[in-house]
């Protein structure tokens, strides 16, 4: 109902109203229409949301997009525009930057190749170490391999000398060049069989005065298998070292005369105001007088031809061996 304005004449009814909207009016501080209109109020508060519509229909699927073909890489962006980039690409075609990992494309709408972002994203974090895996069953054990070869015989060491042999000096008396030492130099009664070969490493220091003479002879027991016979020495020999090797091998067993036996020996000193090696060699096949039927000891004697104190010699190692 609109709220005029106070006219004469006006009944009791109009006359309240009036003072009601006057009364408003104050308050409020709004303008009430004198023309009959009613009041402009105030907007009022927002309303509560209205529950959730019902979901539309699905649209209509849409056209299949162009296949993509990458066509390979290049190392970076200058490698690629100086190759496949510099020159228009077909439709759908591609290739990697190998630098940054881009892809470009060619875009047929602008008649460009386009970079359209990495094809291969970020490498992530190293993920944590997984749990150890149980232990796997024991495998089948193989077949044996088949045996080897048998191998080289070794030597068989006979003796080893352990202290210096007794100095030869002043006396052209034949003394051994042997000391006391470790196993044996003694084969026994039939103890030999055909091929037995020996070895005899000696060494060991010498002085000589000038011109002086040396003899080396080798024996089992009392029969003589090697002998050097008088050799000169030469210039003065001046604690020289000396060394002396003998090779032996059973050609025939049995008693003397039937068994035979080749010897071979080498004496060398080397000279020590000049470090020439000098020295000499001797052999002998002993046919005669050797026999394997009775006990043999070997024996290596040295003997000066004059006796004086400035001929000395001993032998500081001396090892034999069986080598076959």
């Given at each position: 109902?609109?709220?005029?304005?106070?006219?004469?004449?006006?009944?009791?009814?109009?006359?309240?109203?009036?003072?009601?909207?006057?009364?408003?009016e104050?308050l409020?501080?709004?303008?009430?229409n004198?023309?009959?209109g009613?009041i402009?109020?105030?907007?009022?508060?927002?309303?509560?949301?209205?529950?959730?519509?019902?979901q539309?229909?699905q649209?209509?699927?849409?056209?299949t997009?162009?296949?993509?073909?990458?066509?390979g890489?290049?190392?970076?962006?200058?490698a690629?525009?100086?190759?496949a980039?510099?020159?228009?690409?077909?439709?759908?075609?591609?290739?990697?930057?190998?630098?940054?990992?881009?892809?470009?494309v060619?875009?047929?709408?602008?008649?460009?190749w386009?970079?359209?972002?990495?094809?291969?994203?970020?490498?992530?974090?190293?993920?944590?170490?997984?749990?150890?895996?149980?232990?796997?069953i024991?495998?089948?054990?193989?077949?044996?391999?088949?045996?080897g070869?048998?191998?080289?015989?070794?030597?068989?060491?006979?003796f080893?000398?352990?202290?210096n042999?007794?100095?030869?000096?002043?006396?052209?008396?034949?003394?051994?060049?042997?000391?006391?030492?470790?196993g044996t130099?003694?084969?026994p009664?039939?103890?030999?069989?055909?091929?037995?070969?020996?070895?005899?490493v000696?060494?060991?220091?010498?002085?000589?005065?000038?011109?002086?003479t040396?003899?080396?002879?080798?024996?089992?027991?009392?029969?003589?298998?090697?002998d050097?016979?008088?050799q000169?020495?030469?210039?003065?020999?001046i604690?020289?070292?000396?060394?002396?090797?003998?090779?032996?091998?059973?050609?025939?067993?049995g008693?003397?005369?039937?068994?035979?036996?080749?010897?071979?020996g080498?004496?060398?000193?080397?000279?020590t105001?000049n470090?020439?090696?000098?020295?000499?060699?001797?052999?002998?096949?002993?046919?005669?007088?050797?026999?394997?039927?009775?006990?043999?000891?070997?024996?290596?004697?040295?003997?000066?031809?004059?006796a004086?104190?400035?001929?000395n010699?001993?032998?500081?190692?001396f090892?034999?061996?069986?080598?076959?």
């Amino acid at each position: 109902m609109a709220i005029p304005s106070r006219q004469i004449g006006w009944g009791t009814e109009e006359n309240l109203l009036w003072q009601i909207s006057k009364q408003l009016e104050a308050l409020t501080g709004v303008t009430y229409n004198s023309g009959g209109g009613g009041i402009v109020g105030p907007q009022g508060p927002i309303g509560p949301q209205g529950p959730q519509g019902v979901q539309g229909v699905q649209g209509v699927q849409g056209e299949t997009g162009a296949a993509l073909t990458v066509l390979g890489s290049y190392p970076d962006l200058t490698a690629f525009l100086a190759g496949a980039g510099g020159s228009p690409g077909a439709p759908g075609t591609a290739w990697i930057i190998e630098s940054d990992g881009s892809l470009y494309v060619w875009n047929t709408a602008t008649n460009a190749w386009e970079d359209v972002g990495d094809l291969q994203g970020p490498q992530g974090i190293q993920g944590i170490q997984g749990p150890q895996g149980e232990q796997g069953i024991q495998g089948v054990q193989g077949i044996q391999g088949i045996q080897g070869e048998q191998g080289v015989m070794g030597v068989s060491g006979l003796f080893a000398q352990t202290a210096n042999s007794t100095i030869i000096t002043n006396t052209t008396t034949e003394t051994s060049l042997i000391n006391g030492g470790v196993g044996t130099l003694t084969v026994p009664a039939n103890g030999f069989s055909v091929g037995d070969s020996f070895r005899a490493v000696f060494g060991g220091m010498m002085n000589a005065n000038n011109n002086q003479t040396i003899r080396i002879r080798v024996r089992a027991g009392s029969v003589l298998l090697l002998d050097s016979g008088l050799q000169n020495l030469g210039s003065a020999v001046i604690d020289d070292v000396w060394s002396l090797n003998v090779d032996f091998t059973i050609r025939q067993i049995g008693a003397a005369g039937i068994a035979s036996i080749v010897a071979l020996g080498s004496f060398h000193y080397t000279k020590t105001n000049n470090a020439s090696v000098q020295g000499f060699g001797f052999n002998v096949v002993n046919n005669t007088t050797f026999d394997t039927t009775i006990s043999n000891t070997l024996d290596v004697t040295a003997q000066w031809g004059t006796a004086s104190t400035g001929n000395n010699i001993y032998s500081d190692i001396f090892i034999f061996n069986k080598t076959y």
